[in-house]
């Protein structure tokens, strides 16, 4: 065991050091922060009772009501979130520079006159392409004139499917195999006069499977109908024009009007809606357009109703949720690549909509099914509850599974043949005036107000939590989204330190990224959940000369499709920036290789929806994914329950047996600022260990010694109390350690152990209680670092312990093995590299080390663009470009990752995909592939053989 007094001494003679260094600059800035806390506090105290006015007045709050296992990080709430609405087009913030977007809008067929003259066009080009003349004359290109032009004169054949579907040929052709699967469920459905969810993954073409089906059914005649009636299709504002260029594009003889004021109808709705119903057409409208609407669609007869992203009525108690179940028709599709997000409350609110009744009342599945569910995915769950939440998973799954046809990216990968996609979770340091700020405002009467329990304020407790982390995550992306708010409404904002990038530590890491990816020549889509947030981006982008588009709420729902395609089609544009919900919702933008999520959702799925974008069907290049995190804040515990509602959707979708990964999270926790452990790994990094991105460690770990540095000294009493806990928790390790070698379950084992080590006995932990003002004199920094050491002994022993245990005891075969295949998986960046690359990497290695030196002697001038220009290892890099695509890509980001650990931007990168266990399944499921397919080879050998 390692001399405890030694290290500690150690410790406090470094963080000594370092606290004076640092108290010669710090303390204008800690004032600044101190003023700003005082001054937002002061703010938010007021307008309290206004915030919660109109928290109480939004959906949040309505749900609250009837949801059981809502909880407080609903998506739904957050003012931090002003473009929450797609259909919101607001006026621009005064914090936007706008440039200027030259866009042509697309045109549906609300008008009359228009649609005729889109109709008599098509026909005359089907008819040119279909007599041979020369194609100089088209001007519009759909699936069929295609179809001709490669050569099939069969345009009018269609594919009959048992009794009676009539698709056409020219779309039937070009459908993947599984899209075919798609197209025959619904039309099963459709005859036993069911809904059903599509919920095949994102970008699979889900659109197209629709759409096929319903130009079959336009060229059948049966039901009721006689082929296609009326219908309806529901979208998010952003993609219902790209619904009308989907159905333009593959099956342009169908009238598709859009229900909306961007619309090409004369302003009469009532009249479009009467077109369309005459017409058999399909009426496209938003959510909120079906709120506005309501009574008028419901005074007709539709045959379908389609949900698009149908998700938006997971919550059963929202406006919209109502009114789209009462339509009569009993043909109701939902269409979602994120069929659950939250809870299963959702899915049961999905259900209501397309299959009313067959899970029963909300009342009844939330007690019989989603509460053993839910209980059952905690790790402190008892075996009982966990054996229970496994059958009930599956006799869920067993009841949904005719209704819902879900197909993901890996079952169909040897139809689709997507490129490879690299996703990374980079948890980011905090720059000093973040950090101040950030600690701040944890000491501002917002947050003790909030911790103490017998506070003055007393209710509501929600709203104040609200506020708080979205003031905590405003500090995360940027300090001047916090300040602003600090600042009196007279005061200028100073335009030339306004929102600069060096401000802030995620910003840092994006400028690294675009200037390395803009030599790489590499695409790039930047999602934030804020709008302000996204405007700080665009001045920068600006400042530094890259050429860019943008879509938020603000911008017009029809020019919203054509911004997209001059994005996808001109490649002068280096980088879309998006809010996450309007531009990561359904859009298809194959034009960007590389995503960065600069912000986490609370709900994994919008994040999830993000980054399929670029993803997708359409998409010729590997794709990587880089989601940001401030270390060590409010963002990490984002993360966090971001895996754990992962883990529940999987539960029922994917695989009841998947394993349980968190413990819950108390409210304390939330407002801490956790520091590195002794291996520089932040909470995150440590909890899901194997999953990290083993590249460029003595960088890393060079920048953890400067990190440990930055400790504080303590009183000789605490001192004295800190050793005694130290020693008293690794007597306790090092006693459990030996009892464990028992024939107890290893994963028992495993599981008590984390229990353990995690949250160790209450009454050994120092009491951190932030409203106590004795305790609050003391700086703050001093507090987090007792328990950082404190976790330091806790957290080295702990990971040895499970290494040991649970990777080299294991008595189950199958356990051990998943367990290397993770390990191979996560492992597999620098494994797979060939020689020639470890020896660059080894050479990246010593240059960022270098570089990092360098930049340490110059302290206060680091110079990014220098130490990257700067280093051998582009040129290697350069080198393997003949490779294969695949190597080439692991090089580019394994290079990437080298800059941005030597430069102390980036402290750990995970990879997202294990993290979620996803990367794990996968390999399961190639593997039951490749198992398979020699079965059926063993088979056809034995046959053969007999003859
Ligand atoms: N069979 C096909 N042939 C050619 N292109 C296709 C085909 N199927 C899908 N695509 C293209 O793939 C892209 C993704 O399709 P689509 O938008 O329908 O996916 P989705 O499953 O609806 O995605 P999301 O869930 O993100 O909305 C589109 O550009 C679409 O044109």
New binding site residues.
């Given amino acids: 065991m390692i001399d405890i007094n030694k290290y500690l001494e150690n410790q406090f003679a470094l963080a000594k050091q370092r606290n004076e260094d640092k108290s010669r600059n710090v303390n204008t800035v800690t004032n600044k922060s101190k003023l700003a806390a005082d001054s937002i506090s002061k703010k938010q105290n007021k307008n309290l009772t206004n915030d919660d006015t109109k928290l109480r007045k939004n959906h949040f709050v309505e749900s609250q009501k009837a949801s059981m296992s809502k909880d407080w990080s609903s998506d739904e709430h957050l003012d931090y979130l002003p473009s929450s609405e797609e259909d919101d087009e607001r006026v621009q913030s005064s914090l936007c520079v706008r440039s200027k977007q030259n866009v042509k809008k697309i045109i549906d067929d609300g008008d009359t006159k228009v649609f005729k003259d889109r109709i008599a066009n098509w026909n005359k080009n089907l008819k040119a392409v279909c007599s041979g003349s020369s194609d100089e004359h088209i001007d519009h290109y759909t699936a069929d004139i295609q179809y001709v032009l490669n050569g099939n004169p069969d345009v009018e054949d269609n594919h009959e499917l048992q009794n009676g579907l009539y698709v056409p040929k020219y779309i039937w052709k070009?459908?993947?195999k599984y899209?075919r699967t798609g197209v025959k469920w619904l039309w099963e459905l459709h005859q036993v006069q069911s809904g059903g969810l599509l919920g095949?993954?994102?970008?699979?073409?889900?659109?197209?499977?629709?759409i096929a089906f319903m130009a079959g059914l336009s060229k059948s005649n049966s039901g009721s109908w006689n082929g296609l009636g009326p219908s309806i299709i529901v979208a998010p504002a952003t993609?219902i024009y790209?619904w009308v260029s989907?159905f333009h594009?593959w099956c342009p003889y169908l009238r598709v009007s859009v229900l909306h004021h961007s619309g090409s109808h004369n302003g009469n709705h009532n009249k479009l809606v009467r077109d369309i119903q005459a017409a058999h057409g399909i009426l496209l409208i938003t959510y909120a357009g079906v709120v506005k609407y309501i009574k008028d669609l419901l005074s007709y007869n539709w045959q379908y109703i389609i949900l698009?992203?149908g998700h938006k009525i997971r919550n059963p108690d929202t406006q919209i949720s109502k009114f789209v179940k009462k339509f009569k028709t009993p043909h109701k599709l939902l269409?979602?690549?994120?069929p659950m997000q939250n809870s299963l409350q959702e899915l049961w609110s999905l259900f209501d909509f397309m299959r009313p009744g067959l899970l029963g009342t909300y009342t009844a599945f939330m007690e019989h099914f989603a509460v053993p569910i839910t209980q059952g995915g905690y790790a402190n769950a008892t075996e009982l509850q966990e054996a229970t939440a496994l059958e009930i998973a599956k006799a869920l799954k067993n009841i949904i599974t005719p209704y819902m046809l879900r197909r993901t990216k890996t079952e169909v990968q040897e139809h689709?043949r997507l490129p490879e996609k690299n996703e990374q979770v980079l948890f980011c340091a905090l720059t000093p005036e973040q950090r101040d700020l950030y600690m701040g405002y944890l000491l501002s009467t917002t947050v003790r107000s909030i911790l103490d329990k017998e506070s003055r304020f007393g209710d509501p407790l929600r709203a104040r939590v609200l506020v708080a982390l979205s003031t905590l995550r405003k500090i995360c992306n940027h300090p001047d989204l916090y300040l602003y708010e600090a600042q009196e409404e007279c005061e200028q904002i100073n335009e030339e330190v306004f929102g600069h990038w060096k401000r802030s530590g995620k910003m840092t890491v994006v400028q690294s990224l675009l200037k390395i990816w803009l030599k790489q020549g590499h695409r790039t889509l930047i999602f934030s959940q804020s709008r302000a947030m996204l405007c700080i981006l665009e001045q920068h982008l600006q400042s530094q000369g890259f050429k860019y588009l943008k879509m938020d709420g603000t911008v017009s729902v029809s020019l919203r499709q054509n911004l997209i395609k001059t994005f996808n089609e001109s490649k002068e544009y280096l980088v879309f920036l998006a809010t996450t919900r309007v531009g990561g919702?359904?859009?298809?933008l194959?034009g960007a290789d590389r995503v960065i999520i600069y912000d986490p959702d609370w709900n994994p799925a919008t994040d999830n929806?993000a980054k399929?974008?670029a993803w997708?069907?359409?998409q010729q290049r590997n794709v990587t994914v880089y989601r940001l995190l401030s270390a060590g804040t409010i963002e990490e515990k984002i993360y966090q329950r971001q895996i754990f509602k992962n883990f529940l959707s999987n539960k029922i979708l994917i695989d009841p047996n998947q394993k349980n990964v968190l413990t819950t999270s108390t409210l304390q926790g939330l407002f801490t600022l956790e520091e590195p452990n002794c291996e520089g790994d932040t909470e995150t990094a440590s909890l899901f260990k194997h999953t990290k991105v083993n590249i460029n460690k003595q960088a890393n770990r060079d920048s953890e010694k400067i990190h440990l540095s930055g400790s504080v000294s303590f009183s000789k009493k605490k001192l004295d109390a800190m050793k005694r806990m130290a020693r008293e928790i690794s007597k306790k390790i090092s006693n459990d350690t030996v009892t464990s070698k028992t024939d107890e379950d290893p994963r028992q084992r495993y599981k008590k152990k984390r229990e353990q080590l995690l949250n160790p006995p209450k009454v050994q932990e120092p009491e951190i209680n932030l409203v106590d003002d004795k305790v609050s004199n003391i700086p703050f920094e001093s507090v987090l670092s007792e328990l950082d050491i404190i976790n330091m002994h806790v957290k080295e022993n702990y990971e040895e312990n499970l290494l040991k245990e649970v990777l080299s005891s294991q008595n189950e075969e199958i356990e051990t093995k998943e367990d290397k295949n993770c390990e191979t998986d996560v492992n597999n960046v620098v494994s797979s590299m060939s020689n020639d690359k470890i020896v660059s990497l080894q050479e990246m290695t010593k240059d960022t080390k270098l570089s990092e030196e360098n930049t340490h002697k110059r302290q206060h001038s680091p110079s990014p663009e220098q130490s990257i220009e700067n280093l051998v290892a582009i040129k290697k890099v350069k080198k393997t470009k003949q490779k294969q695509e695949k190597n080439r890509n692991i090089s580019d980001d394994d290079y990437v990752l080298s800059k941005l650990f030597a430069k102390s931007t980036v402290k750990n990168a995970l990879h997202h995909d294990v993290v979620v266990g996803l990367a794990e399944k996968e390999k399961r499921h190639q593997m039951k592939e490749e198992a398979s397919k020699r079965a059926k080879k063993a088979v056809r050998a034995i046959k053969f053989s007999s003859k």
Avoid: A, F, P
């Fill in positions: 070009q459908l993947y899209q095949d993954e994102m970008g699979l073409g889900k659109t197209v499977q629709i993609v790209q989907h594009y698009d992203e269409i979602t690549g994120s689709i919702l359904g859009v298809n194959t929806q399929e974008r997708r069907i359409g």
